[in-house]
């Protein structure tokens, strides 16, 4: 839900090179051999999309979800239910 609005806010605020570090990130995430890698790199692009989103409000929701995701739990669920295709299908979305 907020991320969409966080990527609005990144496409009109953000610098060439604030978006040419995040293009960095996700092909680097699309290029990941496994999942620590991919979700290390997915991670990384979505920090970026809302740091330079410029919306203080939306950056401080991405802290909060960045602390759960970082949480072990979280992780060994999502690699209970990591896949090569749904690996693909986070790229060819972002």
Request: with cysteine; proline share 3%.
């Amino acid at each position: 839900m907020l991320e969409p609005a966080a990527a609005a806010f990144a496409a009109t605020n953000a610098s060439a090179t604030e978006l040419n570090a995040v293009r960095e990130a996700h092909q680097t995430a699309c290029d990941a051999s496994d999942m620590p890698d991919f979700e290390h790199w997915d991670a990384e692009f979505h920090h970026r999309v809302f740091a330079c989103c410029r919306n203080d409000f939306l950056k401080e929701i991405h802290n909060l979800m960045r602390t759960i995701r970082n949480q072990s739990p979280r992780f060994e669920m999502k690699k209970r239910s990591f896949s090569e295709e749904r690996r693909q299908g986070y790229c060819d979305e972002q």
